[in-house]
């Protein structure tokens, strides 16, 4: 029997938390079914399973919203990765990464591993406006949507560094320094040395689940960087090993039988 076709569990567990609208459920459905399509707020939570080289891993999708906010830390147990998602053009979706989303982690693996992603790239660097996959929204689309007037949110913490100062567009409030520093206070958290952590160029990132940018690195990166993890996990297996009644019924009836009656 092939070894994938034995795993009937994930190996590892990766979780998207972060404000309702940003864009969590879009950056699943880009990866997952290569498109950009319609959402409604999520309800309680989701997931996905990915096949990743002989492993399973399993991706959650959660709710942003409020009311639903008793879930999070539930979702988290056992996590290996969180994705701390916040909206590129919303100061306000960042601060809550910080303010309610990050205590949710708590329940995560000692070993988690933390990405901070920006979404939305599409609506304030011309970078991430092209359509990354064949069958991503065309450049019409994209161009008919950065004329329309954009209604922002409020932004009750000025930016950092305001955006007209580094020539991009004016709907940017957070800047990929400001995502960087949150990492680091992120590892201050978690009590973890700067030193001995993945740094923050490589764990924070851009995205837009619209046009398909970075995406792709996103999910790839950290399924790449949880291997260490699935591999720690199966060795605590080993250790405590339980019965694999495939093997037994393969081992032949007679065996089977006599430690049977
Ligand atoms: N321009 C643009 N819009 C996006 C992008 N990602 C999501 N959106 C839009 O943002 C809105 C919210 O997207 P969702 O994926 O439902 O957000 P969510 O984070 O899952 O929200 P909750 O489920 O309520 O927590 C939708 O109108 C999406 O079409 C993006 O990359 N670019
Ligand atoms: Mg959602």
Same mark, same amino acid.
């Given at each position: 029997?092939?070894? #994938?076709?034995?795993? !009937?569990?994930?190996?590892?567990?990766?979780?998207?938390?972060?404000?309702?609208?940003?864009?969590?459920?879009?950056?699943?459905?880009?990866?997952?079914?290569?498109?950009? !399509?319609?959402?409604?707020?999520?309800?309680?939570? #989701?997931?996905?399973?990915?096949?990743? =080289?002989?492993?399973?891993?399993?991706?959650?999708?959660? #709710?942003?919203?409020?009311?639903?906010?008793?879930?999070?830390?539930?979702?988290?147990?056992?996590?290996?990765?969180?994705?701390?998602?916040?909206?590129?053009?919303?100061?306000?979706?960042?601060?809550?990464?910080?303010?309610?989303?990050?205590?949710?982690?708590?329940?995560?693996?000692?070993?988690?591993?933390?990405?901070?992603?920006?979404?939305?790239?599409?609506?304030?660097?011309?970078?991430?406006?092209?359509?990354?996959?064949?069958?991503?929204?065309?450049?019409?689309?994209?161009?008919?949507?950065?004329? +329309? *007037?954009?209604?922002?949110?409020?932004?009750?913490?000025?930016?950092?560094?305001?955006?007209?100062?580094?020539?991009?567009?004016?709907?940017?409030?957070?800047?990929?320094?400001?995502?960087?520093?949150?990492?680091?206070?992120? &590892?201050?958290?978690?009590?973890?040395?700067? !030193?001995?952590?993945? *740094? #923050?160029?490589?764990?924070?990132?851009?995205?837009?689940? +619209?046009? =398909?940018?970075?995406?792709?690195? &996103?999910?790839?990166?950290?399924?790449?960087?949880? &291997?260490?993890?699935?591999?720690?996990?199966?060795?605590?297996?080993?250790?405590? *090993?339980?019965?694999?009644?495939?093997?037994?019924?393969?081992?032949?009836? !007679?065996?089977?039988?006599?430690?049977?009656?």
């Amino acid at each position: 029997m092939p070894e #994938a076709s034995k795993m !009937k569990k994930p190996d590892v567990k990766v979780v998207l938390l972060g404000d309702m609208n940003v864009g969590k459920t879009s950056l699943l459905h880009r990866y997952t079914e290569r498109r950009f !399509k319609d959402t409604i707020s999520t309800v309680g939570g #989701a997931f996905f399973l990915k096949q990743w =080289g002989p492993y399973n891993i399993s991706i959650w999708d959660t #709710a942003g919203r409020e009311q639903f906010h008793g879930l999070g830390s539930m979702y988290c147990r056992g996590a290996s990765a969180v994705i701390l998602t916040y909206d590129v053009t919303n100061w306000q979706s960042l601060a809550e990464l910080e303010e309610r989303f990050l205590s949710l982690t708590d329940t995560a693996h000692h070993g988690c591993i933390y990405a901070v992603v920006g979404n939305k790239a599409d609506l304030t660097d011309s970078k991430a406006q092209l359509s990354q996959d064949s069958d991503g929204v065309s450049e019409d689309q994209i161009q008919e949507e950065m004329t +329309k *007037p954009q209604v922002l949110s409020a932004c009750p913490t000025p930016p950092a560094s305001p955006a007209s100062l580094s020539g991009m567009s004016l709907n940017k409030q957070v800047t990929r320094e400001d995502a960087m520093a949150f990492y680091g206070r992120i &590892l201050r958290y978690k009590g973890l040395e700067e !030193k001995g952590s993945l *740094p #923050a160029e490589k764990m924070c990132f851009e995205t837009s689940a +619209k046009t =398909g940018y970075n995406v792709d690195t &996103l999910f790839e990166t950290l399924f790449d960087l949880v &291997l260490p993890s699935i591999l720690r996990n199966r060795n605590e297996n080993l250790q405590s *090993p339980t019965v694999d009644l495939e093997e037994c019924r393969g081992a032949g009836s !007679k065996r089977a039988r006599s430690t049977c009656c």
